[in-house]
């Protein structure tokens, strides 16, 4: 059955990849991958078809947190960006040099990264990249680096991926221990490949005028701007002390921020006030992104139940001779493919180190950074590939091999 399901899975896969040669948008292919695994998994797993929807419905339940997450993220952006709140920051950055640019945005998302967490990151800095960059070409190079930033920033941060906050909660790292032997490689897969791209990344970027006739005040843009980024930091405070998922959060500061809207434009016409309600940010979200993400994690949870995620690291650990650093080094690159939730939680359950092992330091480490190297690779990367519209081979091309790099120096701090 296990080969089967991979079978299906790396056919819907190469169908995404070469989705440019079909003309058929990604997102139709993904949900079409995910119904089909499904399928697949409720003839050949051998058990009650009752206990497999109740396996769905618990799937779903964990895969709509995220998708939650992901709508409410991107609708306050789009409020803030609606208001022209970005342009609070751009303004702080007087440089238009591309190359100073680069680092600037690159270490701002490695350290919010660390403190909201990478998908929240991703978006945020989609937002204010594309206020700053105008040229599509450079765009997508500075967002590639928002990828390989975001993810590198929440490798060494408890609050930072998912994976590692997985870890931290598992009892397997503290929040010093991975902050102080993570930190170092992090910064090594993020500079790495700046230091590449700074080579030929030349020139100015040409900004564009803010000619707009304003329909609201400076001082309603600051407060939707302060309520929005003050709703994302919130979220990783909210989950630590409520212990609830980091969607509530999210979903929390939507309400509070769409309440704050309403009061500002409450004496607004009719017209403009639509022009800055919550509905016309929902309606300037990408679904399709959405979509898109549903499907990959509907496919990837057959691979999960069926034992072929745990299988597989089980099979890395014969295959390296219990070496931990290539298996952690592998897990890094798989994760680029599969979700590393799964391949963490499989390593997790197989090794018995104790808290604050290299090992472990090492694990958060490299499934946190090695999802950049493929841009459907981490949720970073999806928000970011739907937002602007990149494509996997253009991705794969320009940056998968700096993303890859970068995941390198990193892992070899470690085995020094």
């Known amino acids: 059955m296990i080969t089967g399901l991979v079978i299906l899975f790396i056919i819907g896969y190469c169908l995404i990849i070469f989705e440019h040669n079909f003309r058929v948008d990604k997102a139709a292919f993904s949900l079409l991958t995910g119904v089909a695994c499904w399928m697949y998994y409720v003839f050949n797993a051998g058990i009650n078809v009752d206990t497999v929807n109740e396996q769905l419905t618990h799937a779903l339940g964990d895969i709509s947190g995220i998708l939650f997450f992901l709508l409410a993220a991107m609708t306050i952006v789009e409020l803030i960006d609606a208001h022209n709140g970005f342009d609070i920051i751009t303004q702080l950055v007087k440089t238009n040099s591309k190359r100073n640019l680069l680092w600037i945005i690159g270490f701002i998302s490695f350290f919010a990264s660390a403190i909201l967490d990478n998908l929240t990151t991703a978006i945020v800095m989609t937002a204010l990249t594309q206020k700053i960059f105008s040229e599509k070409k450079d765009r997508w190079i500075m967002l590639g680096v928002v990828v390989i930033a975001a993810n590198a920033g929440g490798a060494w941060s408890p609050i930072g991926d998912v994976t590692t906050t997985m870890l931290w909660l598992g009892k397997k790292i503290s929040a010093t ?41 400076l001082k309603e843009r600051n407060i939707v701007f302060a309520v929005g980024i003050l709703s994302l930091l919130m979220v990783p405070v909210f989950k630590q002390v409520t212990h609830l998922p980091p969607y509530m959060g999210i979903l929390a500061g939507l309400g509070i921020l769409w309440i704050v809207t ?153 085995f020094i």
């Not at 090594?188 to 005028?209: D, H, M, Q, W, Y």
């Not at 017209?271 to 929902?282: H, L, P, Q, R, Y």
């Not at 298996?327 to 018995?352: E, K, R, T, W």
């Not at 937002?387 to 253009?394: A, C, D, K, V």
């Open 177 to 217: 221990g991975i902050m102080k032997a993570a930190i170092l490689p992090s910064l090594l897969c993020l500079i790495t490949p700046l230091a590449v791209i700074s080579v030929f990344f030349k020139g100015n970027v040409v900004r564009k005028s803010g000619s707009d006739i304003l329909t609201y005040t």
């Open 262 to 414: 309403e009061i500002i434009h409450r004496k607004t016409d009719a017209e403009i006030k639509g022009k800055f309600s919550v509905m016309a940010a929902i309606q300037k979200t990408d679904v399709k992104s959405i979509l898109f993400f549903l499907g990959i994690l509907i496919a990837i949870k057959p691979l999960e139940l069926s034992g072929a995620l745990s299988g597989l690291a089980d099979n890395l650990n014969g295959l390296f001779n219990n070496n931990q650093n290539g298996v952690i080094y592998s897990i890094g690159m798989i994760s680029a493919v599969v979700d590393n939730v799964p391949l963490v939680a499989a390593g997790m359950s197989m090794f018995d180190y104790p808290i604050d092992s290299s090992f472990w330091h090492f694990l958060a480490y490299a499934s946190g950074t090695g999802g950049s190297c493929l841009i459907i690779g981490s949720a970073a990367g999806v928000a970011v590939m739907g937002l602007e519209e990149i494509s996997f081979g253009w991705y794969l091309k320009n940056i998968s091999w700096l993303a890859l790099l970068g995941f390198t120096a990193g892992a070899l701090l470690f």
